[in-house]
């Protein structure tokens, strides 16, 4: 009997046993958050925060910090581009609004993921002339080959469906009336030119086409349909497509068709809208030009958008006179064109040879 109830006993211990080895799991990993998942957290932590003054500038914000790698984010207060938060250290690199650059020195493991700070407020308010913006500004931490991937998908897509607008809207060339304004450039001419109204002459000379455009679309790809939005001159020139309040007035005017929006900053922060009226701008310069001039900037890209690039700065009528009178030389320095605008010549050049 003593042996028959060892047996049953150990019969049981044995299925016991088996049973919890079944129903044992295998402990969960998990990944760390990606990136873009810690910028849309960022942001959200910004949210009910208060920047504490109507300053603008950038030297006076909120910042969400975070800690690369882990899920860990933490809100610093700036005063003067100083935190009086307790616990962390920051520098101000470069004051420029929604798009300054801080290093946080303690913890020196953290980076700034998105920043809460006043720009103008465009159009001015009776009440308030400065608005609180979230934005995700430029950190080494963003130029990653995911996140470039990010802005140039983003510049495809917004192109796409301004192509898609102009051509349901049926918005023809003022060049050829049998011709469609989508029809007048290459896209990737237009992105290019995007591109580099964000890339600083100094920057480019010092850095390079490639480090530089690489910025430009790290922040597309942190920030989409934010991005540039309050990136104003001292012109006014805004938005990602960098259009003056007159000349974006005078395009909507000449392309009635097109049904841009009336009122130039929501027209210049609507991404598609800008593009759609950057097409119908860039139709508008191809007009003025003598039909073999023409027909040669047509049939190479980035010929075409060379003269574009220096065009949109110097000015379409003056340029449309300068290749006339140098059409085999006219960006050659002291045919007409300024220094400035070879420069972005050069720019051009080199970016559209990075991009595609």
């Known amino acids: 009997m003593r042996t028959i109830a060892f047996f049953f006993l150990l019969c049981c211990l044995t299925a016991a046993t088996a049973e919890a080895g079944r129903k044992k799991k295998p402990p969960k990993t998990v990944s760390p958050p990606t990136l873009v998942e810690m910028i849309a957290r960022a942001k959200k932590k910004l949210a009910g925060q208060s920047v504490g003054t109507s300053k603008v500038g950038g030297d006076n914000a909120v910042l969400a910090v975070w800690k690369p790698g882990t899920a860990k984010l933490a809100v610093v207060k700036v005063r003067k581009g100083r935190s009086v938060t307790k616990g962390y250290r920051v520098t101000l690199l470069k004051r420029n609004g929604v798009n300054s650059e801080y290093r946080v020195d303690a913890p020196s493991d953290?980076?700034?993921?998105?920043?809460?700070?006043?720009?103008?407020?465009?159009?001015?308010?009776?009440?308030?002339?400065?608005?609180?913006?979230?934005?995700?500004?430029?950190?080494?931490?963003?130029?990653?080959?995911?996140?470039?991937?990010?802005?140039?998908?983003?510049?495809?897509?917004?192109?796409?469906?301004?192509?898609?607008?102009?051509?349901?809207?049926?918005?023809?060339?003022?060049?050829?009336?049998?011709?469609?304004?989508?029809?007048?450039?290459?896209?990737?001419?237009?992105?290019?030119?995007?591109?580099?109204?964000?890339?600083?002459?100094?920057?480019?000379?010092?850095?390079?086409?490639?480090?530089?455009?690489?910025?430009?679309?790290?922040?597309?790809?942190?920030?989409?349909?934010?991005?540039?939005?309050?990136?104003?001159?001292?012109?006014?020139?805004?938005?990602?497509?960098?259009?003056?309040?007159?000349?974006?007035?005078?395009?909507?005017?000449?392309?009635?068709?097109?049904k841009l929006k009336a009122e130039f900053y929501a027209g210049v922060r609507d991404h598609i809208n800008g593009v759609m009226a950057q097409y119908c701008y860039v139709d508008f310069t191809l007009a003025r030009l003598d039909a073999t001039i023409l027909k040669r900037l047509q049939s190479d890209a980035n010929e075409q958008g060379a003269y574009l690039a220096a065009a949109y700065n110097h000015g379409l009528y003056g340029a449309a006179k300068i290749i006339a009178k140098h059409p085999d030389a006219w960006d050659k320095p002291g045919n007409g064109f300024s220094k400035a605008n070879l420069q972005y010549v050069k720019e051009f050049r080199a970016v559209y040879r990075y991009l595609w």
């Open 110 to 258: 953290f980076v700034v993921l998105a920043i809460k700070t006043n720009v103008k407020k465009r159009p001015l308010g009776r009440k308030r002339r400065s608005v609180a913006v979230i934005y995700a500004p430029y950190g080494a931490h963003l130029d990653t080959a995911e996140m470039r991937r990010r802005g140039r998908a983003y510049l495809h897509d917004i192109a796409t469906r301004a192509i898609a607008k102009l051509q349901a809207r049926d918005v023809r060339s003022r060049t050829d009336p049998d011709t469609l304004v989508t029809a007048m450039v290459d896209e990737r001419v237009l992105l290019t030119l995007l591109v580099i109204e964000h890339i600083d002459p100094p920057d480019f000379d010092a850095r390079g086409a490639e480090a530089t455009a690489n910025r430009v679309l790290s922040l597309i790809g942190a920030n989409q349909g934010d991005a540039y939005d309050h990136a104003f001159s001292d012109a006014d020139a805004g938005g990602l497509a960098q259009f003056r309040p007159k000349t974006y007035a005078e395009i909507r005017d000449d392309y009635p068709d097109a």
